[in-house]
């Protein structure tokens, strides 16, 4: 199947500073990426859907201005976590599905482990 | 979108035995989706069925799919250690880059 590759893996920060998380579709080309967070012992929680070339769309409840998501090529999507805080530490992980196939099957990332202090 | 509910939210049972985890819908669905999570893992993709299809294998998991009831169960035959993981049913009204919603899972044990 597609891979799909997040980096970093892990990632401790101070409060105040902020946080960028790289998506990529290392063997497909992915006009949408979709990212999730996952908080301890909770399923996972669709946080936006992204877009190349556009705006991503949030959902209900996801500050736009504090999860920065830019999609700028058919390969990467980024999330920036701005200003983060201790409650925004979690589980990120971002999800692709290859148009060429034909349905919507998703290929998950390994997820990067955010810990701020 | 719609999200799937998995039952049980907890199972558990020793090496060898089979495990079976079902899964209910509300409305109409393209295609729906099996997935594993492993503890701080990633998703990984199990099987699609689409909402044609009654039954799909791979390997030592069966999905069963009965849209008259709007639910679908996996099954996993033999099961193994490594098979512990949390299970989700994924529904999907539409198919394309659709946004995909999760439920709670079920959590499998298996024992050695």
């Known amino acids: 199947g597609a891979v799909v590759s997040q980096h970093p893996s892990r990632v401790i920060c101070k409060s105040g500073t902020s946080v960028k998380i790289e998506c990529r579709s290392l063997?497909?080309?992915?006009?949408?990426m979709f990212w999730y967070r996952q908080f301890p012992k909770q399923s996972l929680m669709l946080m936006a859907t992204?877009?190349?070339?556009?705006?991503?769309?949030?959902e209900q409840g996801v500050e736009k201005d504090k999860f920065l998501i830019n999609h700028a090529s058919l390969t990467l999507s980024t999330l920036t976590v701005t200003s983060a805080h201790p409650e925004d530490s979690s589980f990120y992980i971002c999800?692709?599905?290859?148009?060429?196939?034909?349905?919507?099957?998703?290929?998950f990332g390994p997820g990067t482990r955010l810990t701020v202090l | 979108s719609q999200q799937g509910e998995e039952d049980p939210q907890a199972l558990s049972i020793q090496e060898g035995e089979n495990a079976t985890m079902n899964c209910s819908y509300k409305?109409?669905?393209?295609?729906l989706q099996w997935y594993r999570q492993n503890s701080g893992r990633g998703l990984v993709h199990l099987i699609l069925?689409?909402?044609?299809?009654r039954e799909k294998h791979s390997g030592r998991l069966r999905v069963t799919l009965d849209t008259s009831k709007k639910s679908s169960s996996l099954l996993i035959t033999a099961s193994r250690a490594a098979d512990t993981a949390s299970y989700f049913c994924?529904?999907?009204?539409?198919?394309?880059?659709?946004?995909?919603?999760f439920g709670k899972g079920t959590k499998l044990t298996v024992n050695p």
């Open positions: 999800s692709a599905s290859d148009p060429l196939a034909g349905n919507n099957e998703q290929f």
């Open positions: 063997d497909f080309q992915a006009t949408t």
């Open positions: 992204s877009n190349e070339g556009s705006k991503a769309t949030y």
């Open positions: 409305t109409s669905i393209n295609n």
């Open positions: 069925i689409r909402s044609n299809e």
């Open positions: 994924v529904p999907s009204t539409q198919g394309g880059s659709e946004k995909l919603v």
